[in-house]
């Protein structure tokens, strides 16, 4: 039988907090990707492996939190943990690749658009991943068309976000644009949501996997302790929180002017007329 699906079980709260998650995972990420692009090639795949897990962590527990808030009546839902923290890999390796090309290619053209194509098929296979660890007392059914849109809605969102954090703005423009990531990746997850439909079973049950009790600790304790850390290094760096909107990416910089040459003119001596035999004058005291 067709079961009843209640995505908002805690009424507001999980939807708010997932998407200050979003926001949260968005706003350090963007910063940590401007920074990339202010700093040397060495310095550059550390920041921008930071971004790649601050946006990877803030989306997979965004997802999460607002799963919390899931029900479907007559059919207890437990997870399974391999596929669920698998989820987050792919949530991070994914966004980190799209990330990457931004930092080192740009945020302009084909490698915004590759970037930020890849970037949002890993939103959208983080989330479907996650629901595929869903195990309940029933059959997930989804309305392609739906999904479709979900994942466009996903690409769309990861290609302005990179685009935001190729513009090297300042601090103000990082947070408006996580308002806006926040906001995407969340339409994302409920269009996803609602394209779900799920068939309950009469009889049996699901195999045995953790409940959603047993993966409360790691799903927020670990990410969110993680996002703290991450807010700690962008707020001990004053380039990070201050910003200018006149940045320029570092090897976009003119080099270092060359030092003009100083051409020393030589002082010129008078020569001392010469006596009669030809012989210069020596210059004693009595003829100075």
Same mark, same amino acid.
């Given at each position: 039988?067709?079961g009843?699906?209640?995505?908002?079980?805690?009424?507001?709260?999980t939807?708010l907090?997932?998407?200050l998650?979003?926001?949260l995972? @968005?706003? !350090?990420?963007?910063?940590?990707? =401007?920074? +990339?692009?202010? *700093?040397?090639?060495?310095?550059?795949?550390a920041?921008?492996?930071?971004?790649?897990?601050a946006?990877?962590?803030?989306?997979?527990?965004?997802?999460f939190?607002a799963?919390?808030?899931?029900?479907?009546?007559?059919?207890?839902?437990?997870?399974?943990?391999?596929?669920?923290?698998a989820?987050?890999?792919?949530a991070?390796?994914?966004?980190?690749?799209?990330?990457?090309?931004?930092?080192y290619?740009?945020?302009?053209?084909?490698?915004l658009?590759?970037?930020?194509?890849?970037?949002?098929l890993?939103?959208?296979?983080?989330?479907?991943?996650?629901?595929?660890?869903?195990?309940?007392? @029933?059959? !997930?059914?989804?309305?392609t068309? =739906?999904v +479709?849109?979900? *994942?466009?809605?996903?690409?769309?969102?990861a290609?302005?976000a990179?685009?935001?954090?190729?513009?090297v703005?300042?601090f103000l423009?990082?947070?408006g644009?996580?308002?806006?990531?926040?906001?995407?990746?969340?339409g994302?997850?409920?269009t996803?949501?609602?394209?779900?439909?799920?068939?309950?079973?009469?009889?049996?049950g699901?195999g045995?996997?953790d409940?959603?009790a047993?993966?409360l600790a790691?799903?927020?304790?670990?990410?969110l302790?993680?996002?703290c850390?991450a807010?700690?290094?962008v707020?001990?760096?004053?380039?990070m929180?201050?910003?200018?909107?006149?940045?320029?990416?570092?090897?976009?910089?003119?080099?270092?002017p060359?030092?003009?040459?100083f051409?020393h003119?030589?002082?010129?001596?008078p020569?001392?007329?010469?006596?009669k035999?030809?012989?210069?004058?020596?210059r004693?005291?009595?003829?100075?």
């Open positions: 039988m067709q009843t699906v209640d995505g908002f079980s805690y009424g507001l709260v939807p907090v997932a998407y998650m979003a926001c995972g @968005g706003a !350090l990420g963007l910063r940590c990707t =401007t920074r +990339a692009l202010l *700093v040397t090639h060495s310095w550059r795949p920041w921008l492996a930071l971004a790649s897990a946006i990877g962590s803030g989306i997979w527990t965004m997802h939190v799963m919390m808030g899931f029900t479907v009546e007559g059919a207890p839902i437990h997870y399974d943990k391999p596929l669920t923290y989820s987050l890999g792919v991070i390796v994914m966004v980190g690749v799209g990330i990457f090309i931004v930092g290619k740009g945020a302009s053209g084909t490698a658009f590759t970037g930020g194509t890849i970037t949002g890993g939103i959208a296979s983080m989330h479907y991943l996650g629901m595929a660890g869903m195990r309940l007392n @029933g059959t !997930l059914q989804y309305n068309l =739906t +479709a849109a979900s *994942v466009v809605i996903a690409m769309v969102a290609t302005a990179l685009w935001a954090a190729g513009q703005r300042g423009w990082s947070v644009a996580s308002l806006v990531m926040g906001l995407a990746v969340s994302m997850h409920y996803g949501m609602a394209a779900l439909s799920v068939h309950v079973h009469a009889t049996g699901p045995a996997a409940s959603p047993g993966l790691p799903m927020l304790v670990g990410p302790a993680f996002l850390l807010g700690v290094v707020l001990r760096d004053p380039l929180v201050v910003g200018k909107p006149n940045w320029t990416p570092v090897e976009h910089k003119p080099g270092v060359a030092h003009t040459p051409h003119t030589a002082r010129r001596v020569l001392r007329p010469r006596n035999v030809g012989h210069r004058e020596s004693t005291p009595q003829n100075r």
